[in-house]
């Protein structure tokens, strides 16, 4: 089991940038691939973005794509969430996730260990 613990999040006006920290410990983090997932509130839980263990596949979501970007410090067994020019829209509690492995996902159900999440607000 991976221990997963974000921060980062908080409250900005749109167009502005934020930055996620997921820091894991427990097992060889190494050999996990990561994923940020957000849910809204009376919304299902939205795929984000993935990376696999050795950085090389990323994913990305429809919505974020050209403005999150998803990257991994395996020296500090941390992945961050880099996101520019929020929108209303990305308004959620974004979610870090851990599955064994190198395959990065989109699918919720595939990652087994998950982080308590971190609220982003962004107002209009």
């Known amino acids: 089991q991976v221990q997963l613990a974000e921060s980062g999040g908080g409250w900005v006006q749109a167009g502005a940038s934020l930055k996620l920290s997921c820091a894991a410990s427990?097992?060889?983090?190494?050999?996990?691939?990561m994923g940020w997932f957000r849910q809204a509130p009376g919304k299902e839980r939205e795929f984000v973005a993935a990376?696999?263990?050795?950085?090389?596949?990323?994913l990305y979501g429809e919505s974020v794509k050209g403005r999150f970007t998803i990257s991994r410090d395996s020296a500090k067994s941390t992945v961050y969430l880099q996101m520019n020019n929020l929108k209303p829209e990305d308004t959620a509690v974004y979610y870090c996730?851990?599955?064994?492995?190198?395959?990065?996902?989109?699918?919720?159900?595939?990652?087994?260990?998950w982080g308590q999440g971190t609220q982003v607000t962004v107002s209009s």
């Open positions: 996730a851990a599955r064994p492995g190198n395959v990065a996902t989109r699918v919720v159900r595939d990652y087994a260990d």
């Open positions: 427990g097992r060889t983090v190494g050999w996990y691939a």
């Open positions: 990376v696999g263990w050795s950085g090389i596949t990323i």
